[in-house]
């Protein structure tokens, strides 16, 4: 069911780009541990990168099971400015003081989540942050270097997740519903192979890829991240029509995908039923080379 040490389309060469999840909502055992977050660490030929940093420091612990030493790594992107995807952002920086941070201007905001008991939580970042000297704020096509770039402000043409309701921002001193303007998606390219890198995809993950198909005329080879199906809880709240037609669509897309986080098991399980061996599932703790 879920990825643990899967070769797919690895180069004879031996030009491969590896990715270990540090921090997801599951983990593959009882040596990683797990919390509601995200933080993948990802190898290419030439950079280490580091996507998100989950709720805390748990991503530093699960590092240091997985190999991966993260004073080394060369790029650190914040998909968006959630704590369960920046929380971790202050031990990163205490850890490696070398690394480029990218986040999108937007991602310091106050950003609320609705919750069960209609109280409205402070889900943001460590606002004092903001000022450190390794942060880069981004734009909407943004180039790290050659072969990795970023994109943000997708156009909304398809529904959004349905779990985006309970989610707020601050605007002139009202809380409001949020638009995710701060929320960016990455891109590798590399020995012919494309990579998509999504934190929680609340501009709608087909929304997503059909902005990176304008954006490069064609689909990507690999799509990583959450899906956002699914509340904190882990519960799906869409329907079993919606996920089976995303389900689809994923598949007329002809890329590889894996999924964690904010997708959920039962989502999960409604898009392997329909997608196959076309998607996978990344546990902390699980390496994947493509």
């Known amino acids: 069911m879920y990825a643990d040490e899967v070769v797919i389309g690895a180069d004879v060469d031996g030009k491969v780009m590896i990715i270990k999840t540090l921090v997801e909502n599951t983990s593959l055992s009882k040596d990683f541990g797990s919390e509601h977050g995200l933080s993948l660490y990802i190898e ?98 943004f180039s790290i270097i050659k072969g990795i770039q970023l994109f943000s402000n997708i156009t909304k043409k398809e529904p959004l997740p349905i779990s985006n309701s309970r989610l707020f921002m601050n605007q002139k001193g009202q809380k409001v519903q949020d638009a995710f303007f701060h929320e960016q998606n990455l891109i590798i390219e590399e020995d012919g192979k494309t990579l998509l890198v999504v934190g929680c995809a609340h501009n709608g993950i087909v929304n997503i890829l059909k902005y990176f198909y304008n954006l490069k005329g064609r689909m990507p080879d690999y799509v990583i991240g959450g899906f956002h199906l699914s509340s904190r809880s ?48 990344l546990s902390a703790g699980s390496e994947i080379i493509i």
């Open 44 to 141: 290419t030929k030439d950079s280490k990168i580091l996507f998100d940093v989950g709720a805390s420091e748990l991503f530093l612990e699960n590092a240091k099971k997985l190999n991966v030493d993260i004073s080394n790594v060369d790029y650190l992107i914040i998909s968006h400015g959630h704590y369960d995807h920046g929380g971790g952002l202050r031990g990163f920086l205490c850890k490696n003081t070398k690394a480029q941070v990218f986040l999108h201007p937007l991602a310091f905001e106050k950003y609320y989540a609705l919750r069960l008991n209609d109280k409205l939580e402070y889900i943001g970042l460590d606002e004092e942050l903001k000022e450190n000297r390794q942060i880069i704020f981004t734009s909407d096509n």
């Open 234 to 281: 882990g519960e799906s709240n869409e329907s079993i029509e919606t996920i089976n037609k995303m389900g689809k669509y994923f598949v007329n897309t002809n890329a590889i995908y894996y999924t964690c986080h904010c997708t959920g098991i039962q989502a999960y399980n409604r898009l392997k039923a329909a997608m196959g061996d076309r998607i996978d599932y």
